[in-house]
């Protein structure tokens, strides 16, 4: 059983690794100076062969459990449904009413899920993680984010401006 939570996590590698060549290409297409189609692929193969070797490295160095029956806690069914819904809901409610209000509703409601309680750390988060992906997806990657509808659009209008993004 070890030798799996070794080798699965290692042909997670072996993938990022096989994928990487098929990269090169998009890079082809950058003009200079500029982060290309390439670059974000990349990126996240960078990221998968990184996290694949972490875990390969974490279960080398885990030592055998003692007790059969001690391991990791079940997942809760409910809190799996609720995730789910909340990244359809999130999807499904974006475009409507765009991103920044959608992403700090899912925010808030999966740290709740995941047990946050306190009412200055969830709306700091959304709030924080909100801006931030705002500057990183709009400034740095130039990606058009749904800014809703009617109203929503005009609130995520008023947001850029305030952050001074257009």
């Given amino acids: 059983m070890r030798r799996w939570r070794v080798a ?26 500029s982060l290309g189609p390439g670059f974000w692929p990349q990126l996240a193969l960078l990221g998968l062969a990184a996290a694949c070797l972490a875990k390969a490295w974490e279960e080398l ?31 499904t409610l974006a475009p409507v009413l765009g991103f920044p209000l959608t992403t700090a509703a899912f925010i808030v409601g999966f740290m709740a899920l995941a047990g946050a309680r306190s009412a200055g750390v969830l709306v700091a988060s959304a709030a924080i993680g909100t801006v931030l992906l705002i500057y990183v997806f709009v400034k740095a990657v130039y ?3 749904p800014k809703g509808d009617g109203p ?7 947001l850029y401006r305030v952050l001074r993004i257009f």
């Fill in 8 to 33: 699965v996590p290692l042909a997670g590698v072996v993938l990022a690794a096989a994928l990487w060549p098929l990269t090169h290409s998009l890079s082809e297409l950058a003009r200079e100076g």
């Fill in 143 to 145: 990606l058009p984010l």
């Fill in 61 to 91: 160095r885990r030592r055998p459990r003692a007790v059969a029956g001690e391991g990791p806690e079940a997942i809760s069914p409910r809190k799996l449904l609720v995730g789910i819904a909340l990244l359809v809901a999130y999807a």
């Fill in 152 to 158: 929503f659009e005009t609130l995520t209008l008023t």
